[in-house]
């Protein structure tokens, strides 16, 4: 299973707001994610996002691609986009 983070997108017309979330990359916008881990306001007056870095970590260490407007996101945020190579001893 191919498995990215992207936005989901709710609200009204001219009133988005959209959650991060991690789904298969094969399922519609609309379909059901396997977690959600954030969300992003950008109409609010100062651009609200809440992710949980610990969950991202996670995913990306499990493979998950994030979409480019959620790794700007996470940049702005100061969340790294990329796994961690183990360390062999």
Request: overall charge positive.
């Amino acid at each position: 299973m191919s498995v990215g983070i992207r936005l989901k997108r709710f609200g009204t017309k001219k009133r988005p707001y959209y959650r991060v979330v991690v789904m298969d990359s094969r399922e519609s916008n609309k379909g059901r994610p396997l977690e959600e881990i954030g969300y992003y306001h950008p109409v609010e007056s100062e651009n609200q996002v809440k992710i949980d870095a610990e969950r991202v970590a996670y995913w990306i260490g499990v493979g998950a691609k994030p979409s480019d407007t959620v790794k700007m996101l996470l940049a702005k945020q100061g969340i790294p986009t990329t796994a961690k190579a183990p360390v062999k001893d």
